[in-house]
Every structure is written in C-alpha cells, then in structure tokens.
C-alpha cells in the first residue's frame, strides 16, 4: 500500500490533461486528491456523499458554499457538508487545492 504521495507530481499530470482534479487517495473512509483550475476554467463539481475540507496550497477566487461566496487565499481551509452544493470560481491565477472527503469518492 502506497503511504507517500507528491501533489506536486499529480498538479502537472493535471496540467497536462483535459481533467482539474486527481484523486489519490480512495478508500471506503477517505478519499483526498488535488483540485487544479485554471482562470475562466469552470468548476463542475455537484454536492457529495460525505463531509469535505479544502485546504488552498496556492490562488485566489472564491468558494460559493450554499449561494454564499467565500474568498479564497494560500493557507485558508473550508469545510463543507455533505449534499451542499459548492464550487470555485473567480479565480485569476492558478488555483490549487487540496480536498479530503470522509469517505471513500465515487
């Protein structure tokens, strides 16, 4: 079982590809991945199955958690529960994210 992993790594595979998140972790507990997106890019992610924390590595923009928009920065984290909708948006550079799901993402 693998127990080290390098965002750094899966944020250029991102980059590289038609796709802006990548999980890397999936178990029937946890689930954690990184979000890439650029500016303009749409964020189409729909409310899920469990609780949800975003820790922000790099960016700015906004999350709009239940119609309310929250500025994001470098270093803030969110928490959102599940079945709320949610998304990014706004941003003007590169964002990047790291995202944990109390459960396993399907």
Do not use: W
Not at 41 to 56: A, G, I, L, S
């Amino acid at each position: 079982m693998k127990l080290d992993f390098d965002t750094k790594e899966y944020v250029d595979k991102i980059r590289k590809n038609d796709y802006y998140f990548h999980t890397f972790i999936n178990k029937q507990t946890l689930a954690a991945g990184v979000l890439v997106l650029q500016p303009g890019e749409k964020d189409t992610q729909t409310p899920h199955d469990f609780d949800e924390v975003y820790y922000v590595i790099r960016g700015n923009g906004f999350l709009k958690i239940n119609k309310k928009d929250y500025p994001v920065s470098e270093g803030k984290v969110f928490f959102v529960q599940k079945d709320i909708e949610h998304c990014f948006l706004g941003n003007t550079r590169e964002l990047v994210v790291l995202y944990f799901f109390g459960g396993q993402d399907v």
